[in-house]
Each structure stands twice: as C-alpha cells, then as structure tokens.
C-alpha cells in the first residue's frame, strides 16, 4: 500500500480531532467534531478555514511574463497574455480530442505565471508543462509551501485584522500580504461560493497562520465533506466526477473560460490541443451538456445515478457526477449530463434510486447565489 502524504498543516488537523480519509494521496480532513453539516453552516455563515496544500502550486517562468504566458496559451485555451498583473483566472488544460485533462486558477505575478492545479493531477500536469514548455521557460513545483483557503462573510474582516489591506482586494486579485510576518500570496477567491481568500504561505509557518486564524472567534476548521457540498451548491465542477478527459468544455458548460481572443475570429484563436473540436462544439453545439437538477422530495441521488426522459423510458440520457444534500438549499441538489434534447431548464427527468424513478427538475445554477466582492 502506497503510504498517504501529509500536508503540513497534518499535527494541528489530529489536533483538533478531524476524521482523517485518504484523498488524492494525502491523509486529509474530511470532518471535524462540529460534523459536516454544521461545518457547511458556519461556512455560509461567518467563516471557514480548509487546508488545501495536497493542491499543485507551481511557477512558469521565461524571461518576460509575456514569454510565460505565450508558452502557457499552447496548452490552455484562455487568455493570459492580457490578464493584469496581480489578477488571477479560471482555466483548464485540453487534450487532443477536446477534453479537459484538469482545471487550474493562474495568476500574473508580474515576472512570472503562477498556477495552482488539482492535487490528484498535479504530477502529469507539471510533467505535460515540462515536456512542452522547457528549455525555453522554467516550470517550476513550489514544495515548500502550504495553502490555505478562508471562506465566508467574515472572511474579508477576519484577515483584514491581520493585513489591512486584504479588505481592499477584490474578487480574484492577488497581493503579497504580511500576515503576522508571514510572507503571503493571497488571492481573493475560493471553491465554495462565497467571497474569501485562498493563501499561500512558507510551510514551516501555516500551523501558526492557521491557528490565530482559527482563534477569531468567527472561524472554524473546515473538511473535505463540507467543502464538497459547499462547492456543489455553488454549481462548481468537481476534476475526475464533473469533468475529465472525456468531457469538453462545451459540454460541461465551462465556455464562458475560453476568452474571445482565443475563440475563432479572434487575434490568438486556437493553438491549444483540441482546439478544432472545442470551436466546431461552440459552433454547432454538443451531443450532451452539464446542468443543474433538483430532485423532488428529500432522497438525495448521487453520482452515477442513471437519468432517464419518462418514467417508464428503458434507454437512458445521461446521468448524476454530483449529486448530495444542499445544506442551504435545504433539500437535495446534483449535476449531471443529459442528452442536449433535453437540456432546456425546467424539463423534468427521472432518476433510478433503489429500482424506483424518481424525478428532477433541471435548474439554473447555481443552486444558492455566489457572494463574491467583485
């Protein structure tokens, strides 16, 4: 058995009593004595603090941002050339046949790129930017440092006690903060839905961050299973359920990444793997597309869960990748795939749930609105 790898931050989660579970590698969190339920609350409420270092920190360097960025748009259909210093974006790598191989958040850092990847990914990610990137610029796998995310309402007062000029960020900025003389990166985003900020720090100090921040008496440790509800809620893609390297951008609804300047007609169009697919898939459309689903009653449907156009249909036409109880929904929530005839929001599906067909509404999503300080 391959033996799990622990994030710096591992003494002070067994510290404070989490259940640990195997994932992406590492041992991590995925509750702690306040549960899931009530972990998912307080997040919503006032704020959440989650240990996020299994994810993938690196830096892609030439000898001018605009060298690093020019390398990273062969492999990443968005645009990075003209994204601001010290602002940050949503992007994915594709492969040859138009499918996702992970999603990432990079940044202009002014003389370099700095990208935060998926931790089950991070390996064959960094190797596909070796093998395409290097001699010409250095990509570079930052080890030494941990990441945290603060997430919820108090989140911008909670670190603003720490560097005032945290409260002056906006929605995915990013800034070097000196939080107790700790050297951050600090971006304002997160995977929950609510305004907060994701930190990256050297790994000898997070314990210590973590835990004055642990001290404001509006923030609780947060583990992977709030995370995950907080997230689906929030209509985000969960890498290796949502989508991968089968699914495409279009049919995973996630075109609005694809920057114009990159899509066909644009000054940089295509010159990322599977580019032809994805733009003849935004032309004509694709066969299945990613939505939201409400089930009725109280029974979640998770993923896997078959979905069918009537009750009594033998051929079904997508199914459930996410799918669990919405604590602020206050019912169950889930995302799957259907067939795009029957995409059109408010149609009503059926899922198989213990031999029964049980049925879905599709709906906007996402399922409760995002707080970000744009």
Not at 276 to 301: C, D, F, H, Y
Request: proline share 5%; with cysteine; hydrophobic share 40%.
């Amino acid at each position: 058995m391959t033996q799990l790898k622990e994030t710096p931050l591992h003494a002070l989660h067994v510290e404070l009593g989490a259940k640990m579970v195997p994932f992406a590698g590492y041992d991590m969190p995925v509750q702690y004595p306040l549960g899931v339920l009530k972990e998912h609350q307080q997040t919503r409420a006032k704020a959440g603090l989650f240990d996020v270092s299994h994810m993938g920190q690196v830096v892609v360097k030439g000898a001018t941002y605009a060298d690093a960025a020019a390398g990273l748009e062969t492999l990443i259909p968005i645009d990075i050339l003209d994204l601001g210093e010290d602002r940050q974006r949503y992007g994915f790598f594709t492969n040859d046949d138009g499918g996702i191989e992970d999603d990432l958040m990079l940044a202009n850092r002014g003389d370099h790129v700095f990208v935060v990847v998926n931790a089950a990914c991070k390996e064959a990610d960094i190797a596909r930017m070796k093998a395409a990137l290097e001699p010409d610029l250095s990509v570079t796998e930052i080890t030494d440092r941990a990441l945290l995310a603060l997430q919820g309402p108090s989140a911008e007062a909670v670190l603003a006690s720490l560097d005032e000029r945290a409260a002056g960020m906006n929605f995915m900025d990013v800034a070097t903060l000196d939080l107790n003389g700790i050297e951050a990166w600090v971006s304002r985003s997160g995977y929950t839905g609510e305004d907060g900020y994701e930190i990256s720090v050297p790994a000898d100090a997070a314990e210590a961050l973590a835990k004055s921040l642990l001290a404001h008496p509006d923030v609780e440790a947060i583990g992977l299973g709030a995370r995950d509800s907080l997230r689906l809620e929030a209509g985000l893609c969960l890498y290796g359920h949502d989508i991968d390297t089968t699914t495409s951008p279009v049919e995973g609804a996630l075109t609005w990444a694809i920057s114009k300047v990159r899509r066909a007609g644009g000054a940089r169009a295509g010159g990322f793997p599977g580019a032809s697919q994805i733009m003849a898939q935004m032309e004509n459309g694709a066969t299945r597309k990613r939505v939201g689903l409400l089930p009725e009653g109280r029974a979640p449907m998770r993923e896997g869960v078959p979905l069918f156009a009537s009750e009594d249909a033998t051929d079904p036409i997508g199914a459930i990748t996410s799918g669990g109880f919405g604590p602020t929904v206050g019912g169950p929530v889930a995302m799957g795939y259907v067939a795009k005839e029957h995409a059109a929001l408010g149609t009503t599906v059926f899922g198989e749930l213990r031999g029964k067909r049980q049925p879905l509404t599709l709906t906007k999503m996402p399922f409760t609105p995002a707080n970000f300080k744009r």
